[in-house]
């Protein structure tokens, strides 16, 4: 729920842009559409997106998750760090949002690399583990409903191999969370998913203070 990675002056972030970011042209088009969507707000930003996908690129990761496609930016950075036959599984509700998603897809010569499945994202996750795919998913992107976020991290951990990693946005929520007198119900359902991963034996963690916080959780054997 950033523009910009939160806490940097304008000059500094500009400044970390200038010399950090490449951002492919299809990436700046998707995100300069999305920019006048009345949702923009939900768009991941460019820093982070690469960030993302440095991560999929370190891990050699080929099978990833999705869970909350939006325009399509993350699905997008992450599927053009995949090797050839890597594949996104990509969880959204909305055909509208995704219509947009699958256009820039389509554009960018990534559309084969990304199966959409437009249902509830629990509902498309539970199916995974029944079909037998738990085990066998090397990344993950939980950045959708929060009330949620519990649900669908222990899901995409049943999901991830050891050594698989988890990325879960917004855990900042805007710096509310570091602050008593925000009581509203999003709000303390991040705050309680933080504690949680704080003292989660089965995985290996550390909250980045990327856009709105980025925690990367690592499955431990």
Known sequence: MAYKTSGLEKSLYEYLQSVSLREPEILAQLRQETAQHPSSRMQITPEQGQFMALLVELMGAKKTLDIGVFTGYSSLVVALALPPDGKVVACDVSEEYTAIAR?????????????????????????????????????????????????????????????????????????????????DKITNSIRAFNQKLHQDPRITMSLVPIADGLTLALKRP
């Open 103 to 183: 256009r820039y897809w389509q554009q960018a010569g990534v559309a084969h690399k990304i199966e959409l499945h437009i249902a509830p994202a629990l509902d498309t996750l539970d199916r995974l583990i029944a079909a037998g795919e738990a085990g066998t998913f090397d990344f993950a992107f939980i950045d959708a409903d929060k009330n949620n976020y519990g649900n669908y991290y222990e899901r995409s951990l049943q999901l991830l191999r050891p050594g698989g990693l988890i990325a879960i946005d917004n855990v900042l929520q805007s710096g509310r969370v570091a602050n008593p007198q925000e009581q």
